[in-house]
């Protein structure tokens, strides 16, 4: 079959282009470590029979943390709750919020900044002024006032970053809209007789699409930075529950350790601080790979 | 003139077009009028910005925002008889679009999606134009596999796909086509993409294109400029439209290159036998391939002639400056002075008379009415009155 060919071809050109540049392979690697954490968190991290495996377990109910032992190989953290164990099964948390919310966001921006740009006028105008609302409140803050408003939870997190997150990417499909729409081959594609819908979806539509693609494969990391943020500030996910945010938050009474022993409790802040730092750090390194593996113009320099 | 009705293929009359922008209404286009013969090639010729472009693109009925028609009738042949394009919607010009008169830009990196294979592009203008040629074609070759056919099971999915095909013949946007995209139907999928395969690779072969078979799976940004406007002219003339308008095709080429495609031009006229509307501000390229030529000025057309006569015997004061400014060895290079009048004001009369040698009292204060000097020689000047 030659186009089973072609498409083998066009993959191993894609690993080609990837192997040129080191840091996307760094970028790839991590993700792909926490991908196979994500994965393997029930061996690596057997949850108790009967209970919910997101939900960390306690070793006590002394509120200070303990050091690692051979108990909790990573310590414990407020409430006894096991270090290592939150952060394992943190990655499936990361992992949702980050997917989900950068999913629905890059959908949204892409519908709503579609008919934006393509059809222009009022609709346009009334679109883009919204997106001028939300662009006036601090999003963390709007996200913040947008978590209280509909209770505190995770789902509620996702809900926030969604709501405050569409209008960046409606923007950017709007303006490569407005791009795309006046060139020359759109204007050629009318002229042999395509009709409106079939220009928007086959000519306008792909084209326009690769910024959007690529801000989103970049974003996953920062979703999970600001879902930690809420979650550090309580409005997260509730007590116990395995998520690298309320890990950090619950170290939070512990970060000046004890007096003359700053360093007391160093390991319930590190541990899941290090966890999202490399975790975004590899989707911010992976998205600018997708950005030369995706753009067909960069790709075949 | 009128003796000439049958063999025009195109007409356009009275047309005023104006360009409605911040700083004023630009009159783009006044009272322009062209015929196109069957099978000619007519060349635009004027200077940058005298509505070469926007004539030839008001005909598909294309004009850019904020540009708006007017006045005027666009009359073209098709198989129901001469039809008034003005009349029209936008849903009967789709129609017209690609399979009657189909348009070559400039640019031709810019006229290709980077996105898609050189020959998908193609195939798109075929597939839009001829979708119901392809279907019947599939219908007959699975009518025949049906009759050879004896497994219950493959015969079950034969009769499934002729039934999708009949209904898809019957209304393209009929909701069989989502049937199609099952794996165990998507045979015919598959076939209409090889017949149009078939005819594109015949038609990029026709252009001259080494290796169409390569060329097809390639990308715009892989071939030369030459070869990529090879490629427009190939999906402008993929489903042989009476009508093909080259909007200075060979502007942005090299010399030799262009004298390549011209000649392709020529060449293909008489194989698609297709009538051209050849728009350049390029002397040479007319004398090289043009049957008669049109000359416009701010807007305005100035003088039509065969292009030998317009050689010959040039009529209008322009056209006379225009050719005398063809840049020739051992003469001095001669230019018209002054420069292209502002169109939201135009001058009043003849809107070349404050650049003209030979204007009179008359010339700034009535428009110049078209007269024909000689048979098929017109021109729109107060000299010949």
């Given at each position: 079959m030659p186009s089973t060919k072609i498409f083998l071809n066009e993959l191993l050109f894609t690993f080609k282009?990837?192997?040129?540049?080191?840091?996307?392979?760094?970028?790839?690697?991590?993700?792909?470590?926490?991908?196979?954490?994500?994965?393997?968190?029930?061996?690596?991290?057997?949850?108790?029979?009967g209970r919910?495996?997101?939900?960390?377990?306690?070793?006590?109910?002394?509120?200070?943390?303990?050091?690692?032992?051979?108990?909790?190989?990573?310590?414990?953290?407020?409430?006894?709750?096991?270090?290592?164990?939150?952060?394992?099964?943190?990655?499936?948390?990361?992992?949702?919020?980050?997917?989900?919310?950068?999913?629905?966001?890059?959908?949204?921006?892409?519908?709503?900044?579609?008919?934006?740009?393509?059809?222009?006028?009022?609709?346009?105008?009334?679109?883009?002024?919204?997106?001028?609302?939300?662009?006036?409140?601090?999003?963390?803050?709007?996200?913040?006032?947008?978590?209280?408003?509909?209770?505190?939870?995770?789902?509620?997190?996702?809900k926030a970053l969604i709501i405050v997150g569409w209008p960046t990417y409606a923007r950017l499909m709007r303006a490569e809209i407005l791009r795309i729409k006046n060139e020359d081959y759109v204007e050629a594609a009318r002229a042999v007789g395509c009709s409106n819908f079939r220009i928007l979806v086959k000519h306008v539509l792909p084209n326009a699409i690769y910024p959007v693609l690529i801000m989103g494969s970049m974003n996953i990391g920062n979703t999970v930075l600001a879902a930690s943020a809420l979650s550090f500030l309580g409005l997260g996910s509730p007590a116990g529950y395995a998520d690298w945010g309320s890990l950090i938050s619950l170290s939070r009474n512990w970060i000046l350790g004890l007096p003359g022993n700053p360093l007391a409790f160093?390991?319930?802040?590190?541990?899941?601080?290090?966890?999202?730092?490399?975790?975004?750090?590899?989707?911010?390194?992976?998205g600018d790979a997708f950005r030369d593996m995706l753009d067909p113009l960069i790709r075949r320099r | 003139m009128r003796g000439l009705e049958e063999e025009k293929v195109l007409e356009v009359n009275n047309l005023v077009i104006r360009?409605?922008?911040?700083?004023?209404?630009?009159?783009?286009?006044?009272?322009?009028?062209?015929?196109?013969?069957?099978?000619?090639?007519?060349?635009?010729?004027?200077?940058?910005?005298c509505g070469k472009t926007v004539t030839a693109l008001s005909t598909l009925r294309l004009i850019p925002n904020?540009?708006?028609?007017?006045?005027?009738?666009?009359?073209?042949?098709?198989?129901?008889?001469?039809?008034?394009?003005?009349?029209?919607?936008?849903?009967?010009?789709?129609?017209?679009?690609?399979?009657?008169?189909?348009?070559?830009?400039?640019?031709?990196?810019?006229?290709?999606?980077?996105?898609?294979?050189?020959?998908?592009?193609?195939?798109?203008?075929?597939?839009?134009?001829?979708?119901?040629?392809?279907?019947?074609?599939?219908?007959?070759?699975?009518?025949?596999?049906?009759?050879?056919?004896?497994?219950?099971?493959r015969r079950f999915i034969l009769k499934l796909e002729l039934k999708i095909c009949r209904e898809l013949i019957k209304d393209p946007n009929s909701a069989y086509s989502i049937l199609l995209s099952f794996p165990f139907l998507n045979e015919v999928n598959k076939l209409v993409e090889n017949l149009v395969k078939n005819d594109v690779i015949f038609l990029l072969r026709a252009m001259g294109i080494p290796d169409p078979e390569r060329t097809y799976n390639r990308y715009p940004h892989e071939l030369s400029g030459g070869m990529k406007q090879r490629a427009v002219i190939a999906m402008a003339l993929a489903c042989n439209p009476k009508i093909l308008i080259a909007d200075e095709p060979t502007t942005n080429l090299d010399v030799t290159i262009e004298a390549q495609i011209l000649h392709l031009i020529r060449e293909l006229r008489d194989r698609f036998n297709s009538s051209i509307l050849y728009i350049t501000h390029d002397f040479g390229v007319v004398a090289e391939i043009c049957d008669r030529v049109a000359v416009m000025y701010a807007g305005n057309i100035c003088e039509i002639a065969g292009v030998e006569e317009i050689f010959r015997k040039p009529l209008h004061p322009y056209t006379k400056?225009?050719?005398?400014?063809?840049?020739?060895?051992?003469?001095?290079?001669?230019?018209?002075?002054?420069?292209?009048?502002?169109l939201i004001n135009?001058?009043?009369?003849?809107?070349?008379?404050?650049?003209?040698?030979?204007?009179?009292?008359?010339?700034?204060?009535?428009?110049?009415k078209v007269k024909e000097v000689e048979r098929g020689h017109l021109v729109a000047c107060h000299l010949y009155r």
């Amino acid at each position: 079959m030659p186009s089973t060919k072609i498409f083998l071809n066009e993959l191993l050109f894609t690993f080609k282009r990837m192997r040129e540049s080191p840091l996307s392979i760094v970028g790839l690697a991590i993700v792909m470590f926490y991908v196979c954490l994500a994965i393997a968190a029930p061996i690596l991290a057997p949850p108790q029979p009967g209970r919910d495996p997101y939900v960390m377990p306690s070793y006590g109910i002394s509120p200070i943390p303990t050091p690692p032992s051979k108990e909790a190989i990573w310590g414990t953290t407020e409430g006894q709750y096991d270090l290592y164990y939150g952060c394992i099964w943190g990655t499936r948390t990361a992992f949702r919020t980050g997917l989900i919310t950068t999913f629905a966001v890059v959908i949204i921006g892409i519908l709503i900044g579609s008919i934006a740009g393509y059809f222009g006028g009022k609709v346009d105008e009334i679109i883009m002024r919204i997106t001028d609302i939300f662009y006036a409140i601090p999003t963390i803050v709007l996200a913040m006032a947008i978590v209280v408003l509909l209770g505190v939870g995770l789902d509620n997190v996702i809900k926030a970053l969604i709501i405050v997150g569409w209008p960046t990417y409606a923007r950017l499909m709007r303006a490569e809209i407005l791009r795309i729409k006046n060139e020359d081959y759109v204007e050629a594609a009318r002229a042999v007789g395509c009709s409106n819908f079939r220009i928007l979806v086959k000519h306008v539509l792909p084209n326009a699409i690769y910024p959007v693609l690529i801000m989103g494969s970049m974003n996953i990391g920062n979703t999970v930075l600001a879902a930690s943020a809420l979650s550090f500030l309580g409005l997260g996910s509730p007590a116990g529950y395995a998520d690298w945010g309320s890990l950090i938050s619950l170290s939070r009474n512990w970060i000046l350790g004890l007096p003359g022993n700053p360093l007391a409790f160093w390991h319930t802040y590190t541990i899941p601080g290090l966890f999202i730092f490399t975790f975004v750090l590899g989707w911010n390194l992976l998205g600018d790979a997708f950005r030369d593996m995706l753009d067909p113009l960069i790709r075949r320099r | 003139m009128r003796g000439l009705e049958e063999e025009k293929v195109l007409e356009v009359n009275n047309l005023v077009i104006r360009f409605y922008t911040y700083a004023g209404v630009v009159k783009a286009i006044d009272d322009v009028f062209l015929y196109l013969k069957d099978g000619e090639i007519l060349g635009v010729v004027g200077e940058t910005g005298c509505g070469k472009t926007v004539t030839a693109l008001s005909t598909l009925r294309l004009i850019p925002n904020p540009g708006k028609i007017e006045r005027g009738d666009i009359f073209l042949k098709t198989d129901e008889g001469l039809v008034n394009l003005m009349e029209k919607d936008e849903k009967y010009m789709e129609k017209i679009r690609g399979r009657y008169i189909s348009i070559v830009f400039q640019e031709p990196g810019a006229a290709l999606d980077p996105i898609y294979k050189i020959g998908e592009q193609i195939g798109e203008a075929l597939l839009i134009h001829r979708r119901n040629h392809y279907y019947s074609e599939v219908l007959k070759s699975i009518e025949e596999k049906l009759k050879v056919e004896k497994s219950p099971l493959r015969r079950f999915i034969l009769k499934l796909e002729l039934k999708i095909c009949r209904e898809l013949i019957k209304d393209p946007n009929s909701a069989y086509s989502i049937l199609l995209s099952f794996p165990f139907l998507n045979e015919v999928n598959k076939l209409v993409e090889n017949l149009v395969k078939n005819d594109v690779i015949f038609l990029l072969r026709a252009m001259g294109i080494p290796d169409p078979e390569r060329t097809y799976n390639r990308y715009p940004h892989e071939l030369s400029g030459g070869m990529k406007q090879r490629a427009v002219i190939a999906m402008a003339l993929a489903c042989n439209p009476k009508i093909l308008i080259a909007d200075e095709p060979t502007t942005n080429l090299d010399v030799t290159i262009e004298a390549q495609i011209l000649h392709l031009i020529r060449e293909l006229r008489d194989r698609f036998n297709s009538s051209i509307l050849y728009i350049t501000h390029d002397f040479g390229v007319v004398a090289e391939i043009c049957d008669r030529v049109a000359v416009m000025y701010a807007g305005n057309i100035c003088e039509i002639a065969g292009v030998e006569e317009i050689f010959r015997k040039p009529l209008h004061p322009y056209t006379k400056a225009l050719i005398e400014s063809i840049p020739r060895p051992g003469k001095p290079f001669k230019s018209i002075p002054g420069t292209i009048p502002n169109l939201i004001n135009p001058p009043s009369g003849c809107r070349f008379h404050p650049r003209c040698p030979h204007a009179m009292e008359i010339c700034s204060k009535e428009t110049p009415k078209v007269k024909e000097v000689e048979r098929g020689h017109l021109v729109a000047c107060h000299l010949y009155r």
